[in-house]
């Protein structure tokens, strides 16, 4: 009895502080909600998904060896499992091109394949790898680009039988990293107190210091040619297109909501001025005008988790990924489009 008391009041206590937060708020909110929560039977963390050539077909992957398959563009998920023996696995990047795809996660695990998923082939990775995998990335047929969670990047270009070291030394334990379309990286280390570039053909990681005395929460790059920082506290910046040096490349710090305290962790770009931003504890807000001004998504304020990662697949579709097995989905105001 105690226990429960214990949790109802916990409870409560949160369902207060998300009433206040927003009777605090100046943000205006957005006049329609284009997110829907979908109901999986799991309470692990997401972390990423991805989708075969046809475009309903997809995976979405998270901690405890959580692999999910859809057949209808994300609407419904049904589970799915890989034989793995008593291994404890959390899956954390999937990729696919056509019908190839990719799966890595840690401790040390990589699974391919060549049919949509119908098989998965685990493939042998060296004890001497640097860190644990952590993004995966398909680029072709049997070829794809896997990086670790301290920054070593691979590339092989027959399937896994060869991997090719594209950077010389690695960069440290990372909080989180991007890829370009170009194949620059972005990382953000694990205490968030620099990061550090990447270009092909370079033979190491460039380190930078982070903007202000914020630490950085996480760094990506925008459809708009930007790159984008999250910082603790709710900060944003962008970066400027005509910088000429290391002091003028980041603009102005923007907090879309300055009375929030809840921290910003993610953003995607749905169009080149549509940007979306999400946080901790249920936390979303939009810019429809390239970060100039925000709304507030406040119908989903109440889902229980954090909004870890946001991505679009397309203009018309999207997810958002948190823990818990919460899962929200893109479906547009065809209304008003």
């Known amino acids: 009895m105690n226990s429960f008391v214990k949790k109802l009041k916990q409870f409560l206590i949160f369902c207060a502080v998300v009433v206040f937060a927003a009777g605090c708020s100046t943000v205006p909110n957005v006049g329609y909600n284009p997110w829907q929560v979908v109901d999986l039977s799991t309470d692990a963390v997401l972390s990423d998904v991805a989708f075969t050539d046809n475009g309903n077909h997809g995976w979405l992957v998270g901690s405890r060896t959580t692999l999910f398959e859809t057949q209808d563009g994300g609407k419904t998920w049904e589970p ?121 053909g370079e033979t190491a990681w460039q380190p930078h210091q982070r903007t202000s005395s914020r630490r950085l929460q996480n760094m990506g790059f925008g459809a708009d040619g930007r790159q984008w920082l999250l910082a603790r506290g709710g900060q944003i910046q962008f970066s400027r297109p005509d910088a000429d040096g290391e002091e003028s490349l980041w603009d102005e710090v923007i907090y879309p909501e300055v009375s929030t305290s809840w921290g910003l962790l993610d953003i995607a770009y749905r169009t080149p001025e549509e940007i979306w931003v999400s946080g901790g504890s249920g936390n979303l807000l939009v810019s429809e005008d390239g970060g100039e001004t925000w709304q507030k998504d406040r119908a989903v304020e109440t889902v229980p988790t954090n909004f870890y990662k946001i991505l679009f697949i397309g203009q018309d579709k999207g997810f958002i990924l948190g823990d818990r097995g919460i899962l929200l989905r893109y479906e547009p105001d065809l209304e008003n489009a």
């Open 80 to 200: 799915r499992t890989f034989d793995l023996g008593e291994e404890k696995v959390s899956f954390t990047s999937v990729s696919f091109l056509g019908q190839e795809g990719w799966i890595v996660g840690k401790p040390s695990i990589l699974l391919h394949t060549t049919n949509g998923g119908d098989s998965w082939d685990r493939i042998p990775l060296s004890s001497k790898l640097p860190g644990s995998p952590y993004k995966i990335f398909a680029l072709g047929r049997n070829q794809a680009e896997m990086a670790t969670d301290v920054g070593a990047i691979y590339q092989t270009n027959d399937g896994a039988k060869h991997w090719k070291a594209l950077v010389q030394e690695a960069v440290g334990v990372v909080r989180n990293m991007e890829r370009s379309p170009d194949g620059s990286y972005i990382a953000v280390s694990a205490k968030g107190n620099f990061y550090s570039t990447w270009e092909p």
